[in-house]
């Protein structure tokens, strides 16, 4: 089966700088990577997906970036601001997105 | 429009007993999907529907847990006889095209 790995664990970036996490996957067959944001109390929120035939896919300060010959995406937030403080989560899935696989999830500080 | 709801939001259990967790995913919706969150740890597959129908439950860690989705709509997950390695978050999602909505979770603690 599929096996997402995340890293890092944890990351603290300064307010107004970039932030990159990064994902791998084991299955050439996945072909759907989404990205959620998930606060303390509350559900995972998915804030950027992307399929395995774009490259890359931007929404103002997010963007994802995918490379599918050495199976891992990545989740790039710019100019980051205290609220982007949260527990980070990627995903695969494959065919039917029935079997979503998670990584271990990335808690992000902003620091004001 | 309201989102995926989840009742109760806590609950803890005596070792042995029985529980029940309940989901009210979106209107309309008719995939639902149940994972089991350890603390500091990514959701975790535990089960499938598609309306009223089961078609996967292969993450169901043991035969002590049950889900049911009667009516195509509310879903609930039981735990017969709960351990403490039981105690999590369980996350209920409803899916609309390639979108998992989340509820809030039950975060289950067992004494």
């Known amino acids: 089966g599929e096996n997402v790995e995340q890293h890092p664990s944890t990351l603290s970036v300064q307010e107004g700088d970039s932030a990159v996490i990064k994902c791998t996957y084991s299955?050439?067959?996945?072909?759907?990577f989404p990205w959620y944001k998930q606060e303390l109390g509350k559900g995972p929120q998915l804030i950027i997906d992307i399929r395995s035939n774009v490259g890359e896919k931007k929404d103002q300060r997010i963007a994802v970036t995918l490379n599918k010959t050495a199976k891992h995406f990545s989740l790039h937030i710019t100019e980051t601001q205290p609220e982007d403080s949260a527990v980070y989560f990627c995903?695969?899935?494959?065919?039917?997105?029935?079997?979503?696989?998670f990584g271990a999830g990335t808690r992000l500080t902003v620091k004001p | 429009g309201a989102g995926v709801s989840q009742s109760p939001r806590y609950k803890v259990a005596k070792r042995g007993q029985d529980v029940a967790l309940r989901c009210d995913p979106i209107?309309?919706?008719?995939?639902l999907f149940w994972y089991q969150q350890a603390l500091g740890q990514g959701p975790e597959f535990l089960t499938y529907f598609q309306n009223e129908a089961q078609l996967d439950k292969s993450g169901l860690p043991s035969d002590r847990f049950f889900a049911e989705r009667p009516e195509g709509s509310v879903s609930t997950l039981k735990i017969q006889r709960t351990q403490q390695e039981d105690s999590a978050v369980y996350l209920c999602?409803?899916?609309?095209?390639?979108?998992?909505?989340f509820g809030p979770g039950t975060r289950l603690t067992v004494l």
């Open positions: 299955d050439s067959a996945s072909n759907y």
């Open positions: 209107s309309g919706h008719v995939s």
């Open positions: 995903a695969a899935s494959m065919g039917n997105n029935n079997d979503m696989r």
């Open positions: 999602a409803s899916r609309s095209r390639d979108e998992q909505f």
